[in-house]
C-alpha cells in the first residue's frame, strides 16, 4: 500500500515537472511572438517623431484661423505682388519663387486673391448671401451654403496675408476671377501646384476627404504659407493645419 502511494507520489511529481518545463517553455515562445511585432510598432512611432517638425504652436506661420479661431489683432507688414494684390511681406519671397517655379514647367500661375481687409471680407459673404436668395434659398440657407465657401469675417486666412487663391493663367483666361470647383480642381495648375506647392511652403488648405475637419469645402486653389519643413511633413502624413495643431499640444511644443 505504502509502495503504491510512493509510486503515484512520484508519478505525480515527474507530471508536475514536465508540465512546469512545457509551460515556461511555451511562454517563452509566445514571447518571442509578441516581441517583434511589439518593437516594430515601437519604432513607426519614433520614425514619426524623428521627423516631426522642430516648431511650435505660436509660430508666426502656423496661425491657426477657422471658424473656431480668428485672426489674432496684429499689425501686418504688407507688401505688393502681382501688381494689385498684397501679402505678409515674410512671405513674398516664397509666393514669387512659386511663381517662378511654376513660369518655368509653362503652367504660368495667376493668383485671383490674397490679403484681404475684414471689410472686404464682410462684403465678399454679404453678396454670395444676396446671390444664394436670389436663387431662391431662404435666409438660413443662404448663409449655410455661405459659409461652406466662404469663411466669416476675421475667420479666414485671407485676412492673414498668409493666403493665395491661385489657378493658372489658361484658368484664368478662359473663367476670370470665378472658382469653379469642378474646372479648377482638374486644370493643369492645380495638378501641379499639389505636387509642388510644399516645396514652397504651401499646403493645399482645405482638402477632399477633409471636409469634416476644416469645415470648408475642397478648394482647389486655396493654398496656406506653413514654411516649408511643415508643409512637406503635411503632405507627406496627408494632415491639416487642425490636425496638426492638435499634434504640437499633444506633444507641448
Ligand atoms: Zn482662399
Known amino acids: 500500500m505504502r509502495k503504491i502511494f510512493t509510486c503515484v507520489a512520484i508519478i505525480f511529481l515527474a507530471v508536475m515537472v514536465v508540465y512546469g518545463i512545457f509551460f515556461s517553455f511555451n511562454k517563452k515562445e509566445q514571447k518571442t511572438l509578441i516581441a517583434p511585432q511589439t518593437s516594430l510598432i515601437k519604432m513607426k512611432a519614433f520614425d514619426h517623431l524623428r521627423n516631426f517638425p522642430n516648431v511650435h504652436l505660436t509660430d508666426w506661420n502656423l496661425q491657426l484661423v477657422n471658424s473656431d479661431n480668428a485672426v489674432s489683432e496684429q499689425e501686418i507688414d504688407l507688401e ?3 501688381g494689385n494684390l498684397q501679402l505678409d511681406a515674410r512671405i513674398i519671397d516664397a509666393t514669387q519663387k512659386l511663381l517662378e517655379a511654376a513660369k518655368k514647367t ?5 493668383i485671383i486673391s490674397a490679403y484681404r481687409t475684414i471689410s472686404y471680407q464682410e462684403q465678399l459673404v454679404q453678396k454670395e448671401i444676396y ?4 436663387k431662391g434659398m431662404t435666409k ?9 465657401l466662404l469663411s466669416k469675417p476675421g475667420h479666414s486666412e485671407h485676412n492673414l496675408g498668409l493666403a493665395i487663391d491661385v ?3 489658361a484658368y484664368y483666361r478662359q473663367y476670370g476671377g470665378q472658382l469653379l470647383p469642378e474646372a479648377v480642381s482638374t486644370s493643369k495648375g492645380a495638378i501641379w501646384l499639389k505636387e509642388n506647392a510644399a516645396n514652397f511652403g504651401f499646403i493645399l488648405r482645405y482638402p477632399q476627404g477633409k471636409e469634416e475637419i476644416t469645415k470648408i469645402e475642397y478648394e482647389a486653389w486655396h493654398y496656406r504659407y506653413v514654411g516649408e519643413e511643415v508643409a512637406k511633413y503635411l503632405v507627406q502624413n496627408e494632415l491639416t493645419l487642425e490636425e496638426f495643431h492638435e499634434k504640437l499640444k499633444q506633444l507641448k511644443m
Open 80 to 82: 505688393i505682388i502681382q
Open 106 to 110: 509653362n503652367i504660368p500661375l495667376q
Open 131 to 134: 446671390q444664394n436668395i436670389a
Open 140 to 148: 438660413a440657407e443662404a448663409e449655410q451654403q455661405t459659409y461652406r
Open 167 to 169: 489657378v493658372d493663367q
